[in-house]
């Protein structure tokens, strides 16, 4: 009789942990993009349901806190701020919910709470490396879209003889994406992608990028990612980032007819990791411009990780998803390349994660006359300032011209 016991206990702690691992992976790749904000609430819910009955007292003090917490947020900011909403108001209903309905759930082995915490526990961290490593959604939704819209009219009326069109790019799980497209008033056939920084949005590049015109000439192309500005959803993981960009690039290439080799992807720091991941991805001959960019996304954790290298490393790899540029690059050796660096770049360290180090730029074979070290010590950042604060600014423009020929 004990054994058996012992077998159900291991067999129900096993299910417990098989559908908390489904939750925790699967909710945001399934959920329709008008519900999938509620998925943090589902499993948070769940691992509630798990511990309740045997942690009661600290559990019942834990739901005091967040009940204070959320109630402060909601009286300061209602439901008007989306990121609150989804890590604070919703996850207090499963809170509320686990509190209730525990008393007719039966008690759960120690060995299946313990697992279901720990998952629990590597959600939150990876979601907390999610909004460190891509911080443009919170930041978006701390200014009012009405601000920064107003700005992006204001750009979109200027009577300089561009053509400024507004588009929605559907991408994947019913994710909308909010794209501008800027087409010089003569005619063109050079085409520029930009993948931003990870708190750069449209309304605030779209002016200075598409005015680069000392550096190159060319139909410029903005987004904002999912969770963005007036783009829905919300994005979990890397790959999420990836998917919006794949699903731009294909939408503006049919659209507009585009040939791959017409077709620049400008990266600009994480920028320049999901340009790569997008012609691995797709197999594309498009050019890449990878402006002061990582080698990897783990690399660059590397710099501002209080934990050693390696486990630095995995942690971002199975959690957030990584981006490596040097793999994407050596898949996509045909592609004509142009990698940009600064020594004293504050957010790339230079001998952990800079594409310019001598071992890297031999493993991504670029051509020779391809690699532009900026310089410059007036600069406001070395990483962050636009290309045509930088000295080199002539060369710049020689190797992009290179890059559609």
Known sequence: MGQHGSCVSILFSGTLV?????????????????????????????????????????????????????SACYWKLGTSNAVLNRVLLYPL?????????????????????AAVALLQGWSIVGWFLMAVVFPASIISSIEPQEVRGKRLENFMRQPDGRRVESLT????????????????????DRWIIYFGGNAEMIEDTVEEMSGLTEIVRGNW??????GVGRSSGYAAEVRDLVDDAVHV??????????PPKKLLLWGHSIGGGIAAAVVRRECMESPLLLDRTFSSLSDAAVAFSPLYATLTRLLI??????????????MAARNKKLVIYHRMDEVIAYDVASLGRKDVLRELRVKEGMVVELHGARVQSPHNSLLSAFEERMTLCRCVSELFR
Request: net charge neutral.
């Open 221 to 226: 192309v903005f987004y904002n990612p999912r």
């Open 18 to 70: 098989a559908s908390s691992i489904a939750l925790h992976t699967l909710l945001t790749r399934i959920l329709p993009v008008d519900v999938v904000f509620y998925a943090p609430a589902i499993t948070w819910g769940f691992t509630c349901l798990c511990l309740q009955k045997a942690i009661s007292h600290a559990y019942t003090l834990m739901l005091m806190a967040h009940f204070i917490l959320a």
């Open 169 to 188: 790019v559907p991408s994947s799980n019913g994710v909308n994406l909010d794209v501008v497209v800027v087409q010089t008033e003569e005619e063109t």
């Open 317 to 330: 790899r199975y959690t957030t998803g990584d981006l490596d540029v040097v793999a994407d690059c050596k």
């Open 93 to 113: 209903v499963g809170s509320v919910m686990a509190l209730v309905s525990a008393r007719y759930l039966p008690a759960v082995p120690s060995h299946g709470m």
């Open 249 to 258: 690039v294909r939408h503006v290439s049919s659209r507009y007819s585009i």
